[in-house]
Each structure stands twice: as structure tokens, then as C-alpha cells.
């Protein structure tokens, strides 16, 4: 018989009761040191004590009222947003899918309220990862994910990620725009290089098309500034973000320049839950924190320290591992052994991490993460990658 809870995931046999920083608590009393950060999203670690107070006060006022009146937190949270980054104007939502599509529907609007209505084609990138509606599944372009959906959302040509010939070759007279991740993260930790994300912004410019980011993933601090495309000293004129843009209170967001954002009139586009007062609290104690001087100057030592760590182990385990991959707080150990393997050998060790494409094993904890935690991590890495020798099996089985 199906299990009430709908089993459309693979879950780990592990139940958490609750979490204080980088560690999660589980009922039976065991610890774990959680480097997964529910998939890059607890940005703050768990029960951190701004972000309660924030949410426990908000809710004794009022939770949610609807986008039918004005919500001074969304307010707040969107003018700090826009005096952060390159946005002029900033939709909520409730999900990274949600954004995504609100990004594509801005871009296809903006085109066709300047008089190009057949621009409506995207091109998105192999590998990607952009959501599991149905438009952002044709986004994503993985056969596996669209098996069996019905006829594919029309409008996404894929290339292969870090090609500037294929992207121009796709090209056309359909094409509104590109859709990119400055750094794939489900597609095996892959950062676009700076070069590529530079060459997308002019490629854009000369062909009259919108530059849209996913930075759903590695947005919100996890590079090391506000949104990972900042390194590569670039402007989009639209990007997404979500997962730990509240830290771990379900939101979205989509910050546009005014030129694709004004074509969005009332009426065109919305959400009941986004934006609401809740989530907005959660975001602006979020903000409160990144937005702290020296803090995302600390992700960006941090990752680098982290970095510099794991490339000890990768030289030290050559049976296990081949490179090490990523941005600041979002780094990927590629394996030689299945990626599963050596995943649960560190669940074994008490540190959770996540799987990515390519066989990747992903790091990204929250961004709060101390050197105490980090040292203690890179100790648990070591350990699992010991148990997952392939000399080390044969030899077990002899
Ligand atoms: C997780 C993710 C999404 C989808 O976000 P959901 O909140 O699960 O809908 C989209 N894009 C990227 C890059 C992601 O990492």
C-alpha cells in the first residue's frame, strides 16, 4: 500500500527533531553536522536567535493578508533588495520554480510589449536545474525529469553550459533571451567561468536579448557576495532567487531592471501566499544578517578555507576523489566512486551533505558556518573518504 506521505522522494532514514547552528539533533539522540542546509537554503544554521524572534513576532501580529493590500515588510525587504544589487523593482513568490517562471513570463512580456512578440524563445543551458513545474521541467531540459509529463513546454533550445559558439548558433528570430546559472548546482556544482558569464551579458547586448540568472542556488550570500554573478562584474537584467533568501521559510523572489519589470502591470502576473508578511520577516532578519558588514567577506574567507581543506583530502584520497569545484560556501568533491557511496559514508561519520549531478557530493552549509565546524567537517570528510577506498573494499572482500 502507498505511504500516506506520497513517495515521490528517496529519503535518508533519519528524523530531525531539531537543530542549533550547523547541527541537527535527531529524536533518538544522535548529532549531525549539516553541510546539506535542506539543499543550500538554512542560511542562517537552524534556530538561529534573530531569525525566531523575527518570525515568532511577525506571526503574533499578523502572518498573511494577501497581495490585495500594501505590505510594509515586502516594502522594506524589496527597497533593500533593489539598493543591494543592479534591480529596480522586485516580485515575490514562494518558490524557485515560481521565480523562474515569473522570470521567463517577464522576459516573454517585455519582448512582447515592445513590439516583438514572436521573441519568446530561451536558451538554457546542459545541465541546468530550473524547477519542477512543467515550464521550468522544459527549462531544465533533463530527459529523466520530463519522462512521462505530456508535450513539452515549447520555448527552451539547450546548449552546452560555457559555449559561446553553440549560444550564438541557437540564436534566432524566436529568441527573447538566455536563462543561465552562474553556478549549476544540482547539475554537479559547476560555475560558469567569469569569461563566459561576461561574454552571455554581451552577446545579449548586441543581439537586443534579456540576460536572465538563475541565482536560486547560489544567490542570497552562498558565493560570497549578495548574488554570485557580482564576480564577473556583470549586470542581468533579471535574476531569480529562493532557497536562502528566508532561511528556510519557503520564498522567492525575482528582481528585475525596470525595463523588463514595468511590462508587468497589475492584473499581469501574482501569488496569494508571496510576498506576504511572514515571509517578508523571515527575508529581512535574513538580510539583516548578510547585509552586516564583513559578513559575506566571512562566507568568502570561509569557502576558501573550506576549498583549501578539501583539496588536502582530494591529493591525500586519489582513489576517491578527483577535484574539488564551486564558489565560496557552495563546493562540490567530484568522486571516482558512486557519489551515493561516499555520501553515506560521511552520513556515517555525522556530517550530511547532498548528491549533484556528474557524481558530485555537494558542500553548502549554512552560511553562519564557524572554522570550528568547518575543521570538524574536513575531519569527518576524511574518515568517510578512508572508508570508501576502493583498494579498501577488495581487500574487505579477500
Ligand atoms: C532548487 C533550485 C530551483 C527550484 O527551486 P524550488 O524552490 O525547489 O522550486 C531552481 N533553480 C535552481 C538553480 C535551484 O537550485
Known sequence: MIAALMPTYNRADLAFERGEGCWLYTG????????????????????????????????GKVMHVSNLY?????????????????????????SGAEANEGMVKMMRRAMAETGRPERFRIICFDGAFHGRTLAMLAATGNAKYLQGFGPTVEGFDHVP???????????????????????????????????????????????????????VQCGMGRTGKLFAHEWAGIEPDVISAAKGIAGGFPMGAVLAREAVARHLVA???GTTFGGNPLACAAANAVLDVVLEPGFLEGVDRRGRTLWRELEKVVQDEPEVFSDVRGAGLILGLKCKVPNTEVQNAFTAEGLLTVGAGDNVVRLVPPLVVTDDDIATAVEMVRRGARRCRPSLSQAAAK
Request: proline residues 4%; charged residues 20%.
Open 70 to 94: 500594501r505590505v510594509p515588510g515586502a516594502e522594506k525587504l524589496a527597497a533593500r533588495l533593489v539598493a543591494a544589487t543592479f534591480a529596480d523593482s522586485v516580485f515575490f513568490c514562494n
Open 267 to 269: 492584473g499581469t502576473h
Open 161 to 215: 553550459f560555457e559555449n559561446m559558439n553553440a549560444v550564438r548558433d541557437a540564436i534566432g528570430p524566436n529568441t527573447a533571451g538566455i536563462l543561465v546559472e552562474p553556478v549549476q548546482g544540482e547539475g554537479g556544482v559547476r560555475p560558469a567561468s567569469l569569461r563566459f558569464l561576461q561574454e552571455l551579458r554581451a552577446t545579449c547586448d548586441e543581439y537586443g536579448l534579456f540576460l536572465g540568472l538563475d541565482e
Open 28 to 59: 533518538d539522540g544522535r548529532r549531525f553536522l549539516d553541510f546539506g542546509a535542506g539543499i543550500a537554503t538554512s542560511s542562517l544554521g537552524h534556530n538561529n536567535p534573530h531569525l525566531v524572534a523575527a518570525i515568532a513576532e511577525q506571526a
